[in-house]
């Protein structure tokens, strides 16, 4: 062997760069992961019950921001958030009869407490055309009442999404068929 034999091998030559496709199977499952959160959190942002409540809410605050309006238009526009969220929450059948006291008694059992007494009075009286006497924080009250009212708001007994069984989503079709004369 001569003494120059490092001199006759071939030069050192290093391996290409690691490509950035595909990816190891650790990205993969992150990859999965962070899309199953996605979903996750998109869905609970969407559910219609929070999105209701959402949209009441920012009604509400509309309301509160709008502080040149005359009292009366403001009760108009508390009443008429109130109503349609109850009818959402609900439903026709247990809130469209209701009035009067009747009426602040189920938005009182249902989390407007803050309507308790005069205050719900005064905000029927002022939403249905009658003179209230001025308050300097009626309409202070009747919007933390509202909010009370849509934050607690909740349809008890009411069957959640999926949870009603094949026979209870059955029974109309059935009731509609016997009516018709078809088995």
């Excluded at 290093?14 to 490509?19: D, L, R, V």
């Excluded at 349609?84 to 009035?99: D, P």
């Amino acid at each position: 062997m001569s003494p120059d034999w490092l001199t006759q091998l071939a030069p050192a030559h290093a391996p290409p760069a690691p490509g950035w496709w595909p990816p190891a199977p650790g990205w993969w499952a992150l990859a999965g992961l962070s899309l199953a959160l996605l979903a996750l959190l998109g869905g609970w942002y969407w559910r219609p019950r929070q999105a209701r409540q959402r949209l009441a809410l920012r009604e509400l605050a509309r309301i509160r921001a709008d502080g040149e309006a005359d009292i009366a238009a403001c009760a108009r526009a508390i009443e008429n958030v109130l109503r349609r969220y109850a009818l959402a929450v609900f439903g026709r059948g247990e809130v469209a009869r209701l009035s009067g006291a009747a009426w602040l008694s189920f938005a009182q059992r249902h989390g407007a407490a803050e309507l308790a007494d005069e205050t719900g009075r005064s905000l029927l009286v002022a939403a249905f055309g009658g003179v209230v006497p001025e308050q300097p924080d009626a309409r202070e009250r009747w919007l933390a009442g509202a909010e009370g009212f849509v934050r607690r708001a909740r349809a008890h007994g009411a069957p959640s999404a999926g949870s009603t069984s094949r026979a209870e989503a059955q029974a109309p079709m059935k009731q509609r068929h016997m009516r018709s004369g078809r088995p």
